[in-house]
């Protein structure tokens, strides 16, 4: 409910722009990269992470949409158990063009007792990745 009523009072449009721009390669400061590709409003790629026990090398399927200036991505951590969302902005700088996101990842658990189970499990935050010069 207060999403629409978010969304009615949206009078001012931002002029849109074309959804290529989320195209390429981006990193973000923990060495994480993510290469997409853009088909009309619809995103695909791979995510690269910089952090954690697996090999950075080996690449993640990344599945998204955009729309003006705003994306939202999941990618799916396969074998590792988890999941992960990231929505947010494209915003062009003087210092080049970030995706700034919030982000939110979900861990499986095998047997979740108690509600203390499921929240140890889920965790949020923030990321900004800056596009990579081709």
Same mark, same amino acid.
């Given at each position: ?58 690449? #993640?399927?990344?599945?998204? #949409? ?6 939202? #991505? ?15 902005? #494209? ?44």
């Amino acid at each position: 409910m207060l999403l629409e009523m978010i969304l009615e009072q949206a009078t001012e449009k931002p002029e849109p722009k074309p959804a290529s721009q989320f195209a390429g390669r981006w990193q973000n400061r923990l060495g994480s990269s993510l290469d997409l590709s853009v088909d009309g409003t619809e995103l695909s790629g791979t995510f690269n992470s910089g952090v954690g026990v697996w090999n950075p090398a080996a690449g #993640f399927h990344v599945r998204g #949409f955009v729309e003006g200036d705003a994306i939202s #991505f999941c990618v799916d951590f396969g074998s590792r158990g988890s999941v992960a969302s990231w929505s947010g902005h #494209f915003v062009e700088g003087e210092d080049g063009d970030r995706l700034v996101t919030l982000w939110h990842l979900a861990q499986s658990v095998a047997h979740p007792h108690t509600d203390t189970d499921i929240w140890n499990s889920m965790m949020a935050g923030s990321d900004e990745f800056t596009r990579v010069a081709s």
